[in-house]
């Protein structure tokens, strides 16, 4: 069966669909998607989801948005056991916690610092934004003292998903987590376990960078 990606390189919760698809052995049909020239905007991809919006997969005729529920699913129909993603309740409420954690806290309160510059034209950062996101990379600092991984004590969804959000705030700012030894740790071990996390996940972290610098340099 041939699983569609509808994908940017540059995009984190992408990225996050594609490392889950290698840990899986699952092949995905990537099928690029220009934001910025407005491709998703495209009558036959708004029929796919109206949302409009990436990722998007379709695998053979089921088509689904969101990230983290992409991964979830890919887990549940492909994986050979649970372990990315467990069925026992309290580990799996975990792996969750840590899933809705990334997309409302860690991956959002970056986007809010960094994307009034980038998309909206803005010529000064937020400083409430920044501390908001300070914060929010504090959090992942307590949670990886209390354990190995993310959500516990082996590599699941959650890992993936933040390390795709951790890896494009390292090309934002190099210096991110200095003052987090925890997460510099994880990180590290988590590079060394991802099926083909630089091509999958550093190179498109390293776009997104790109970006931001241009956007940055108009910074008054």
Same mark, same amino acid.
């Given at each position: 069966?041939?699983?569609?990606?509808?994908?940017?390189?540059?995009?984190?919760?992408?990225?996050?669909?594609?490392?889950?698809?290698?840990?899986?052995?699952?092949?995905?049909?990537?099928?690029?998607?220009?934001?910025?020239?407005?491709?998703?905007?495209?009558?036959?991809?708004? $029929?796919?989801?109206?949302?409009?919006?990436?990722?998007?997969?379709?695998?053979?005729?089921?088509?689904?948005?969101?990230?983290?529920?992409?991964?979830?699913?890919?887990?549940?129909?492909?994986?050979?056991?649970?372990?990315?993603?467990?069925?026992?309740?309290?580990?799996?409420?975990?792996?969750?916690?840590?899933?809705?954690?990334?997309?409302?806290?860690?991956?959002?309160?970056?986007?809010?610092?960094?994307?009034?510059?980038?998309?909206?034209?803005?010529?000064?950062?937020?400083?409430?934004?920044?501390?908001?996101?300070?914060?929010?990379?504090?959090?992942?600092?307590?949670?990886?003292?209390?354990?190995?991984?993310?959500?516990?004590?082996? #590599?699941?969804?959650?890992?993936? /998903?933040?390390?795709?959000?951790?890896?494009?705030?390292?090309?934002?700012?190099?210096?991110?987590?200095?003052? /987090?030894? $925890?997460?510099?740790?994880?990180?590290?071990? /988590? $590079?060394?376990?991802?099926?083909?996390?630089?091509?999958?996940?550093?190179?498109?972290?390293?776009?997104?960078?790109?970006?931001?610098?241009?956007?940055?340099?108009? #910074?008054?």
């Amino acid at each position: 069966m041939s699983i569609d990606l509808y994908h940017m390189d540059a995009s984190a919760p992408c990225r996050s669909v594609r490392l889950t698809a290698k840990m899986l052995g699952v092949e995905l049909n990537l099928k690029v998607l220009n934001l910025m020239a407005g491709e998703q905007m495209a009558p036959e991809f708004i $029929k796919i989801n109206p949302q409009h919006n990436i990722p998007t997969m379709v695998d053979d005729g089921f088509a689904m948005n969101e990230s983290r529920a992409i991964c979830g699913y890919l887990v549940q129909k492909y994986g050979k056991d649970d372990s990315l993603y467990p069925k026992d309740p309290k580990a799996r409420a975990v792996v969750d916690q840590r899933l809705y954690f990334d997309m409302g806290v860690f991956y959002q309160s970056f986007g809010k610092v960094y994307y009034p510059v980038m998309f909206g034209g803005a010529t000064s950062m937020d400083e409430a934004a920044k501390k908001d996101f300070a914060n929010a990379v504090g959090f992942l600092e307590l949670f990886l003292s209390q354990n190995k991984y993310a959500a516990g004590d082996q #590599l699941t969804i959650a890992d993936i /998903c933040l390390m795709a959000s951790a890896v494009t705030f390292e090309s934002a700012d190099a210096k991110v987590f200095d003052n /987090c030894p $925890k997460i510099k740790s994880w990180m590290e071990t /988590c $590079k060394s376990e991802l099926v083909d996390h630089q091509e999958s996940n550093q190179v498109g972290a390293d776009v997104f960078g790109k970006m931001l610098e241009g956007a940055m340099a108009k #910074l008054g």
